[in-house]
Nanobody, 112 residues
Framework: VQLQASGGGLVQAGGSLRLSCAAS????????MGWYRQVPGKQRGFVAS???????NYVGSVKGRFTISRDNAKNTVYLQMNSLKPEDTGVYYC???????WGQGTLVTVSS
């Protein structure tokens, strides 16, 4: 199993980024996927998830700003992040809960 996350970077507050997570080694279309965020000194926290059927869920702090989506033809899950805030800074990990596997993370830094 491999989950290859990409798309992180440095952006000013109010800007946008789109994270991607390409999956291999799993039956992607049958798996729900999630994005989590970790900052130094804190536990990894839930950001967003999408079921195999396309139902989505978000942590309250990102509702209305972030959108999780999936492209089963590309075995990829996305996280579109708009109106970014400094508190969105962290390492973002994609997660496949059904197989209990984490990707390697991509760093997002939002400057004020």
């Amino acid at each position: 199993v491999q989950l290859q996350a990409s798309g992180g970077g440095l952006v000013q507050a109010g800007g946008s980024l789109r994270l991607s997570c390409a999956a291999s080694g799993i039956s992607f279309s049958n798996n729900g996927m999630g994005w989590y965020r970790q900052v130094p000194g804190k536990q990894r926290g839930f950001v967003a998830s999408i079921t195999s059927g396309g139902s989505t869920n978000y942590v309250g702090s990102v509702k209305g700003r972030f959108t999780i989506s999936r492209d089963n033809a590309k075995n990829t899950v996305y996280l579109q992040m708009n109106s970014l805030k400094p508190e969105d800074t962290g390492v973002y990990y994609c997660y496949a809960p059904r197989v209990g596997f984490w990707g390697q993370g991509t760093l997002v830094t939002v400057s004020s």
